[in-house]
């Protein structure tokens, strides 16, 4: 069964910083990894999404690397600003007969101070 | 335009009451899913319907009812609500192969009393 950790659960920075938000996952086998921004009251919005073949992804100030035999992923925000505050979710695809079927990790509560 | 719109986005109700969460989807995409949100934020995975086919079913008590009428629209009925159903209810879409493009609705907060 996959299970998906992240850490920090939460990380308070000014503004400014340059930071790394971390997953985790149990099962290497997956299809792909996707980074999630979650708004208090809003619904998800995808960041990025990282193939199984592929190493890593960037837009703009975020870029995210995937290393799956080490089942490790990592989400790096350069020049944090006030806006980039929210929940960073991590999820997992494993494929197969249950493409689609994305397993999150808890999350990690960015706050960044002006 | 939304992409992936539910209603209601709040709902309050009694127990022992049977409640319906619509979701439609204006992407094209072939495949769509609910997730719950419970109290400590961890987002699950209920349901997945591809082309108006289920595909994955988790576990999810019979209670609730996953109906999706056509490709665009996947509807969740629960019967005889009960206090631990409080969460907020994720509908999302994707395309078909692998999830690509996966895009969540605002969410509705289902609160049983």
């Known amino acids: 069964k996959q299970e998906v950790t992240q850490i920090p659960a939460a990380l308070s920075v000014p503004e400014g910083e340059n930071l790394v938000l971390n997953c985790s996952f149990t099962d290497s086998a997956i299809y792909n990894l996707q980074w999630f921004r979650q708004d208090p009251g809003k619904g998800l919005t995808s960041l990025l999404l990282i193939q199984s073949s592929q190493r890593e992804q960037t837009s703009g100030r975020l870029n995210a690397s995937l290393d799956k035999s080490s089942g490790r992923s990592t989400l790096y925000i350069a020049a944090s600003q006030p806006g980039d505050s929210a929940t960073y979710l991590c999820a997992v695809d494993a494929g197969g007969t249950s493409y689609g079927k994305l397993t999150f990790g808890q999350g990690t509560i960015l706050t960044v101070h002006p | 335009d939304t992409a992936v719109s539910q209603t209601p986005k709040y709902l309050v109700t009694q127990m022992g009451n049977d409640k319906s969460i619509k979701c439609e989807q204006n992407?094209?995409?072939?495949?769509m899913y609910w997730y719950k949100q419970d109290s400590k934020k961890f987002l699950k995975i209920m349901f997945s319907y591809n082309n108006k086919e289920l595909i994955i079913n988790e576990t999810v008590p019979n209670r609730f009812s996953p109906k999706s009428p056509d490709k665009a629209h996947l509807n969740l009925h629960i019967n005889s609500l009960e206090l631990g159903d409080s969460a907020v209810y994720f509908c999302?879409?994707?395309?078909?192969?692998?999830?690509?493009?996966?895009?969540f609705g605002s969410g509705t907060r289902l609160t049983v009393v």
């Open positions: 999302a879409s994707s395309q078909a192969t692998g999830g690509i493009g996966y895009t």
């Open positions: 992407l094209g995409h072939d495949t």
